[in-house]
């Protein structure tokens, strides 16, 4: 199933020299009343998230994990970082995804203050010739 099928994604992507970045989803919320359908889902996506971190460890591509984080720092707090549907992630699950991914590429600078700007990297190994970050090589 998801595993062959997102392996078979990511040896197509290598093999045209895309760099790959797997991302994982992030955990539902589970903190409102009305997102109590969704409970069952934070596990399935807990083993989602292990098994495209496995992934990408054997494709040697890069990893980012935003499942993790929005459920310690949501559910595991009772902090809704959803638009209220438990699905939809708002600006603090958003800021999270973009310091996770920051984090995957080696950008090494996450938002300091809502609203805030973030400085550009001066340079990216994304993709790079080097093997840097998400080049799979």
């Known amino acids: 199933g998801y595993v062959k099928n997102m392996k078979a994604i990511v040896e197509l992507l290598k093999k045209n020299n895309v760099a790959v970045t797997i991302l994982t989803s992030p955990c539902v919320g589970t903190t409102k009343p009305n997102q109590a359908d969704l409970k069952p889902f934070v596990a399935i996506l807990g083993t989602m998230a292990e098994e495209m971190k496995a992934l990408a460890a054997e494709e040697k591509v890069a990893f980012a ?30 800021r999270i995804m973009a310091d996770v991914l920051e984090a995957a590429w080696g950008f090494g600078m996450p938002l300091t203050k809502a609203g805030e700007p973030r400085p550009m990297p001066v340079s990216s190994t994304i993709g790079s010739a080097t093997g840097g970050a998400g080049s799979g090589k």
């Open 65 to 94: 994990d935003c499942y993790t984080p929005i459920k310690a720092k949501g559910n595991d707090k009772g902090v809704d970082l959803t638009w209220g549907d438990g699905i939809h992630p708002n600006e603090a699950g958003h």
